[in-house]
Nanobody, 124 residues
Framework: QVQLVESGGGLVQPGGSLRLSCALS???????????MGWFRQAPGKEREFVAT????????WYTDSVKGRFTITRDNAKNTVYLQMNNLKPEDTAVYYC??????????????WGQGTQVTVSS
């Protein structure tokens, strides 16, 4: 069984920064380092959308165009944790952010496990 727990969301002014964390725990079997990880977000009234993904080693990353140059996804396999550093935040970044495990795909349905989500609100 795999559990994902996100943290780090909150209220920030436009232009500000936040760092989201997602800790993965596994009851048995595969280790964290064998999972590709990703971040998705869902704004009210909208579908869940891809933000960023990272491969098992951290050597490859992918981003949606709207966050390129502002967001950075990284992972620390020793800590079983993936991060999303978000800089120069904009009001349109406001959403519930979800951590996902299992794939580098941009499609939510390709990910096997999900966290509960953390709210990010960008407002003055």
């Amino acid at each position: 069984q795999v559990q994902l727990v996100e943290s780090g969301g909150g209220l920030v002014q436009p232009g500000g920064s936040l760092r989201l964390s997602c800790a993965l725990s596994v009851a048995s079997g595969r280790s964290f380092s064998s999972y590709a990880m990703g971040w998705f977000r869902q704004a009210p009234g909208k579908e869940r959308e891809f933000v960023a993904t990272i491969n098992w080693s951290g050597s490859m990353t992918w981003y949606t165009d709207s966050v390129k140059g502002r967001f950075t996804i990284t992972r620390d396999n020793a800590k079983n944790t993936v991060y999303l550093q978000m800089n120069n935040l904009k009001p349109e970044d406001t959403a519930v952010y979800y951590c996902a495990a299992g794939s580098t795909s941009m499609r939510p349905e390709d990910h096997d496990y999900w966290g509960q989500g953390t709210q990010v609100t960008v407002s003055s």
